[in-house]
């Protein structure tokens, strides 16, 4: 049984993957073999990095095909190796199509095309969006069956080829910042301004499992926001807490944040 202190740092509902990468970290460690994971999000990627680092005797190295990617491969080797000698299997897909509808595709849209194959979510990195395609970063093992039955993304017939990492075309993120007077910095208070929703809409909606804070689901819709937390809501889009900047004359709290378009 493992030291209940290993969880101490972590959310209760995080177990059971602090548990995997645990075991991921003790195979290199005691076995001295090499591992190379899935597309982790950030909050995976920050749990195994800090394992790795509670354990010893383990170089981590996480890639995601370009630096500032926000889903990446973790690459964990012995510590007398160097984990940069190690290839991190990451293919780039590239989607298009004649059809002019293809501008109006979202990130969504393509996502789901590719779920709906049957791939695992861990199985993709970041997607770059464009009015004339997109560039899908892909585990390279599944990037040939991606390839050869990507046909269709939401209506529109569209092409799919690998092409050289060095291609990729990086699409920045953007955050429309604005101030929101929120009641509180409950997730309801601040999501339900941010995403224009009443306090029970958004309520029904986060208890309904539609919710992600810092990529982990969350149904208390009473949960405490901080600074730094991401909450992205199905169906209505991404927000950042980027600054708590004080309190209005009124009592309520003057949040900053920024909105993923």
Same mark, same amino acid.
């Given at each position: 049984?493992?030291?209940?202190?290993?969880?101490?740092?972590?959310?209760?509902?995080?177990?059971?993957?602090?548990?995997?990468?645990?075991?991921?970290?003790?195979?290199?460690?005691?076995?001295?073999?090499?591992?190379?994971?899935?597309?982790?999000?950030?909050?995976?990627?920050?749990?195994?990095?800090?394992?790795?680092?509670?354990?010893?005797?383990?170089?981590?190295?996480?890639?995601?095909?370009?630096?500032?990617?926000?889903?990446?491969?973790?690459?964990?080797?012995?510590?007398?190796?160097?984990?940069?000698?190690?290839? &991190? /299997?990451?293919?780039?897909?590239?989607?298009?199509?004649?059809?002019?509808?293809? %501008?109006? $595709?979202?990130? @969504? #849209?393509?996502?789901?095309?590719?779920?709906?194959?049957?791939?695992?979510?861990?199985?993709?990195?970041?997607?770059?969006?464009?009015?004339?395609?997109?560039?899908?970063?892909?585990?390279?093992?599944?990037?040939?069956?991606?390839?050869?039955?990507?046909?269709?993304?939401?209506?529109?017939?569209?092409?799919?080829?690998?092409?050289?990492?060095?291609?990729?075309?990086?699409?920045?993120?953007?955050?429309?910042?604005?101030?929101?007077?929120?009641?509180?910095?409950?997730?309801?208070?601040?999501?339900?301004?941010?995403?224009?929703?009443?306090?029970?809409?958004?309520?029904?909606?986060?208890? &309904? /499992?539609?919710?992600?804070?810092?990529?982990?689901?969350?149904?208390?819709?009473? %949960?405490? $926001?901080?600074? @730094? #937390?991401?909450?992205?809501?199905?169906?209505?889009?991404?927000?950042?807490?980027?600054?708590?900047?004080?309190?209005?004359?009124?009592?309520?709290?003057?949040?900053?944040?920024?909105?993923?378009?």
């Amino acid at each position: 049984m493992r030291n209940p202190e290993l969880y101490v740092h972590f959310r209760p509902d995080e177990k059971a993957f602090v548990d995997k990468a645990w075991d991921w970290i003790e195979r290199v460690a005691l076995r001295r073999e090499t591992r190379r994971t899935d597309f982790l999000d950030p909050r995976q990627a920050f749990i195994l990095s800090s394992l790795a680092r509670r354990r010893g005797g383990v170089a981590l190295r996480l890639d995601g095909g370009y630096p500032e990617a926000e889903r990446k491969r973790a690459i964990a080797v012995p510590d007398f190796l160097d984990p940069e000698d190690e290839p &991190a /299997g990451i293919a780039v897909l590239a989607v298009s199509s004649p059809d002019r509808r293809v %501008a109006e $595709l979202e990130h @969504g #849209d393509y996502l789901g095309a590719i779920l709906g194959l049957g791939v695992k979510r861990e199985k993709i990195g970041d997607l770059h969006v464009r009015p004339d395609g997109c560039h899908i970063l892909a585990a390279e093992e599944i990037a040939d069956f991606l390839a050869l039955h990507l046909h269709q993304v939401h209506r529109v017939r569209v092409t799919a080829e690998i092409v050289p990492l060095s291609e990729l075309r990086v699409v920045p993120v953007v955050l429309e910042e604005t101030v929101l007077s929120a009641a509180s910095m409950r997730l309801d208070a601040v999501a339900g301004d941010a995403f224009r929703l009443s306090r029970a809409k958004i309520a029904e909606l986060i208890r &309904a /499992g539609r919710c992600r804070v810092n990529w982990k689901t969350e149904e208390n819709p009473s %949960a405490a $926001l901080q600074e @730094g #937390d991401v909450v992205s809501l199905k169906g209505y889009g991404r927000i950042k807490v980027i600054a708590v900047e004080g309190t209005s004359r009124s009592g309520r709290t003057l949040v900053r944040i920024g909105k993923f378009v």
